[in-house]
């Protein structure tokens, strides 16, 4: 097998230098084409292969999240961070483009990509030209001709219903937002309630008038959309499903305002698991996502494209588990 020495040999630098590259040491100072050269050579001599990444330069992060969605949302903030630092790791080079850069400016010189949010019809034929590698996050509209990584937010809609109604409660309602359509502008049902609707209904007790929606998946639509029900609905559900923890968050600001007992009287469950979950009133039951793992899978699922010349396209759905605090609680028999 394969050593330090051997590499620094070939590659004519010192043994200190081959190492601190190959532990990507970002104080050393050498160029751009040293590194490449050090890493080919590693790879060539298959010196500790699974350890070592090939620098792969100009891949394009597509982050087709506004400024007001990631401040709404920690979720996409958190993602991006964790992508940055799944790149580095992998010693994957990511250049940063946003929706209001427009894709024109992604030039047609990158290896691959990887996209975070809402494309248009256009915006996609456009990435078809740019480059056949590519790894959509969080959603999956393009089976097709590239790969996806996305939580699998069906199963933990049902994950959200069964836990509740274990916990006795059979009256549940759902607040969530809309997906807003990139060509039409129009809002469609999000994934969060097409499977809320279709479980409940399976399992006959879907209320059409507990399940609450519109555009955006803010603290302040949850808030908004916590009020609407308490203010029109005849009896609160026992339970809310809520579709995200911003919304959540809101949720439970309206109910403690109205001086709704959680658990008590409505106890929520939701999806994510941010930060702001555990330090709410009371502590909110939701389901963790793992970011991290969503990132670098989607990374992996580009390497394979790039190095391992994989052609077939691969979806790949990342379940979580749920974390249960007190803002849900077993419902008793008066």
Known sequence: MATIK?????????????SRVLNHDDSLSVTEETKDKIFA?????????KEVHMRIKQIALLYWVTDTEELEDVYFKTMRKALEQCAKERNVELTLYKKEDGIEDVPDTIQGFLAVGSFTEAEHKKLQILSGNGVFIDSAPDPDHYDAVRPDLEWMTRKQIDHLLQQGHRQIGFIGGTFQNPDTMADEMDLREKAFRTYMEKKGILDDQSVLCRRGFSVEN???????????????PSAFVAAADPIAVGMLQALNEEGIAIPGQVSVISINNISVAKYVSPPLTTIHIDLSEVCKTAIDLLLEQILGKRTLSKTVLITGEIVERKSTLTKTTD
């Not at 050579?41 to 292969?49: C, I, M, P, S």
């Not at 949850?222 to 609160?236: R, S, T």
């Open 6 to 18: 051997d590499i620094a040999n070939e590659v004519g630098y010192s043994v200190s230098t081959v």
């Open 222 to 236: 949850g808030y908004g959309l916590m009020k609407k029900a308490i203010a029109e609905l005849a009896v609160l």
């Open 41 to 49: 050579v590693a790879e060539r001599l298959n010196y500790r292969k």
